[in-house]
């Protein structure tokens, strides 16, 4: 699939997403989707913040408790595809708890469409301000 073909970025989404207030403190495991405000919008040639979304919801696959968390922004996939991992993902016993979950993920992801992990980013932990768990809602 090409991007001509896929959004480049979606907010307004069919999907119904559960939402619960959380804490950064600690690790966040591979395969929980989140949604964060991050940072202030940057200017040219300025670090942390946001350059085009301000509010990711990111599917996660690897927090090192430090600097960064890294996953991909479901922003940037259709609808329909992200209903279909995360019920897959469902059906993977085990990915948040081990340590290889995140390379797990991306394999998975990679096996299903390699273009979705143009949507693969990196943020700096201390620009995340408030931090949301999500749940898709699989019922539609």
Do not use: H
């Amino acid at each position: 699939m090409s991007n001509t073909e896929r959004p480049l970025y979606r907010r307004n989404r069919s999907i119904k997403f559960k939402k619960s207030r959380v804490r950064l403190s600690s690790r966040v495991p591979a395969g929980t989707l989140i949604e964060f405000q991050y940072g202030v919008q940057k200017e040219v040639n300025e670090s942390g913040g946001w350059k085009n979304d301000p509010r990711p919801i990111l599917l996660v696959f690897y927090d090192d408790q430090s600097e960064y968390i890294e996953g991909v922004n479901t922003n940037y996939l259709e609808d329909k595809f992200l209903r279909d991992f995360m019920e897959v993902l469902e059906n993977a016993p085990g990915i948040g708890k081990s340590t290889d979950g995140g390379k797990r993920l991306y394999k998975l992801m990679k096996s299903v469409d390699p273009d979705l992990l143009k949507a693969y980013r990196k943020y700096k932990r201390k620009s995340i301000l408030a931090v949301w768990k999500m749940e898709v809602d699989l019922t539609k």
